[in-house]
């Protein structure tokens, strides 16, 4: 096989904010598997990988390095400062997503229990209860955000629960958690500076009120569970709780109000498929794997840092370099899935890179996956014939690296 190397970075437009975003990935893969490339509104140069395989190759290799120390050699290369790109490791402590090898699989095993399969059906009566609620609301309207108005409070109000963050302190928080994600928002950085803060705050007080003596799975909330962690003698220090908590927070709500978000979108659009689901909720499962596969809210997996010269799919890569995974690019693979632009609810799941892949793969998928799926079977039991307001144009993506759907306008019939 040749073996190239791209000097001048190939321009590519911003994906996030298209309706269909698809037919770029694909026009762009055609280009080749692996290429270098630059948002047309600027960010850094990066290799997009758009092919199954190579992603797996890149996603489970100690090369492509997410460490402090990897992405900021690559910062200095291009000239970029750090402080414009805290989720790049930033100053802040030891995370999961800012972390390789050994260091990474000490923090991964601390909190690994937290999101396990069993704990998070343990939260299923609570998001019904929620669900229940917000659906009675839209009950008595006839005109819907079902952003605002449905899928947010999920996403949020479930991670805010789960971390134990008090009621009376949610709908600032709310406010900050939205802001610090919007990054053409004038005060981004000082509301990801206040949720910082809050969350400080709110780490010292947990760890001044845990019960040290009761067992992980019996805390009341996950930031408690966290203060009494133990993996072979080791815990969480201070620090790495707070880093941890931002990095839940931040991974855990826009992603889900994204595929919820998503999910009522495609639902609208292909009304075949909306109709078998109606008529054997059975699918819900597959038709929420469909939806991560087809146009799911993580796009592209974080940045990482190659820590060596290395060779991906022919393309020669140099240290230093970014690297980015295109997964809806490689969700869309032929190989793996014939017919793949067809929206089908009815595919086996046979693993998308949706949730990524590898030692970083997402941690919460099981507590995404469950609130989805409570939501999406409350949400058509109630409103078989929602319909969006307009034509698909009434919706106004979030403007976050995440594909959100900011404000979608709907009608009950
Ligand atoms: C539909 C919803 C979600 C999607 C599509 C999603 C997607 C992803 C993806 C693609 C990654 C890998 C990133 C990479 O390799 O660069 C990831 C990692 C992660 N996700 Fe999610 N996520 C979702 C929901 C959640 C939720 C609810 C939580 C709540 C705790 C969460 C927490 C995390 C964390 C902590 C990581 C880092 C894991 C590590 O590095 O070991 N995510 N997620």
Known sequence: MNTTTAHTPRIVPDYEAMLDP???YRELATEGAVQLVRRVNGGLAHYAVLD???????????????????????????????????????AGAPNLLNTDGADHARLRNLVNMTFSPRRVQQLRGRVE???????????????????????????LTMICDILGVPQGDRDNFRHWATQSMRITAPDQKENAGRLKGYLVDLVQAKRAQVDMALPMDEQPDVLSA?????????????????????????????????????????????????AMLLADPDLMR??????????????????????????????????????????????????????????????KPIGSLAFGYGPHMCLGLHLARL?????L????????????????????????????????RAVPR
């Not at 797996?56 to 460490?67: D, G, H, I, Y």
């Not at 291009?78 to 490791?89: C, E, F, L, T, V």
């Not at 006839?142 to 952003?147: A, G, H, M, N, S």
């Open 286 to 347: 597959g038709a929420i794997e469909e939806v991560l596969r087809y146009d799911g809210p993580v796009h592209q997996t974080t940045m990482r840092a190659t820590n060596a010269d290395v060779e991906l799919g022919g393309v020669r890569i140099p240290r230093g370099s970014f690297v980015h995974v295109y997964t809806m690019a490689c969700n869309r693979d032929p190989e793996r899935w014939p017919d793949p632009d067809r929206f089908d609810i009815t595919r």
């Open 52 to 90: 199954y395989k190579l992603a797996q190759e890149a996603l489970r290799s100690p090369v492509f390095s997410k460490t402090s120390e990897a992405m900021h050699f690559a910062l200095r290369l291009q000239d970029a400062d750090p402080a414009n790109y805290p989720i790049s490791g930033g």
């Open 226 to 274: 966290l203060c009494v962690a133990r993996d072979g003698g080791e815990s969480l220090d201070a620090d790495e709780l707070i880093s941890m908590s931002f990095l839940m927070l931040i991974a855990g709500h826009e992603t889900t109000v994204g595929l919820i978000g998503s999910a009522l979108i495609l639902l609208d659009r292909f009304r075949d498929q909306r």
């Open 377 to 408: 079977t409350k949400f058509l039991h109630a409103f078989p014939d929602y319909r969006l307001a307009g034509t698909g144009g009434d919706i106004e993506w979030a403007g976050t690296v995440i594909r959100a759907a900011a404000v979608i």
């Open 22 to 24: 698809a037919p770029g």
């Open 371 to 375: 609130e989805a799926e409570v939501a």
């Open 129 to 155: 209860a929620l669900v229940d609620r917000l659906i009675a609301d839209l009950q008595e309207q006839t005109d819907w955000d079902l952003v605002g108005q449905f899928a947010y409070p999920v996403g």
